[in-house]
C-alpha cells in the first residue's frame, strides 16, 4: 500500500476503485469528477486495486490531483486468491477486485 496526498481536514469521503490499464482513461474521469464536485469541507481519499495500471498512470493520476483536498492510496490486489476466477472478453480479473475490498483495507 502506498500513498500519495497532504494529511486530511474535514469530513471523509472514501472511493474504491479496482482497475487494470483498460480503466485508466475512465479512472482519470472518475476522479476528476468525484473531486470537482466534493463539498467545500470534505476530502476525499481514494483507494486504487491497482491491476496493472503502471507507474506512467499512477504518476499522471497523482500529479492531476495533487493540488485538491485528496489523497490517493495504492493497494496490491490478491492475485493468487482470484487466479481461478473466469475471465475473458470484457470481464478481466479486474472485474472481481471489488471482492477483496474488505481485505485490502
Known amino acids: 500500500m502506498t500513498q ?3 494529511s486530511p481536514t474535514g469530513e471523509r469521503v472514501r472511493v ?5 490499464s483498460r480503466f ?3 479512472l482519470a474521469a472518475s ?3 468525484a473531486v470537482r464536485t466534493l463539498g467545500e469541507h470534505r476530502w476525499l481519499e ?3 486495486i491497482d491491476g496493472g495500471l503502471g507507474s506512467r498512470h499512477r504518476r499522471r493520476l497523482a500529479k492531476s490531483l495533487e493540488t485538491h483536498r485528496c ?3 495504492w493497494l496490491t490486489p490478491p492475485h493468487r486468491k482470484l487466479a481461478c476466477l473466469k475471465v475473458g ?3 478481466t ?3 472481481y477486485y471489488r471482492l477483496a475490498i474488505a481485505e485490502l483495507l
Do not use: R
Open 71 to 73: 489523497s490517493i492510496t
Open 31 to 33: 476522479m476528476s469528477s
Open 4 to 6: 500519495t496526498g497532504a
Open 46 to 48: 481514494i483507494f486504487i
Open 16 to 20: 474504491v476503485y479496482g482497475v487494470d
Open 24 to 26: 485508466a482513461v475512465a
Open 93 to 95: 480479473v479486474a472485474t
Open 89 to 91: 472478453g470484457e470481464i
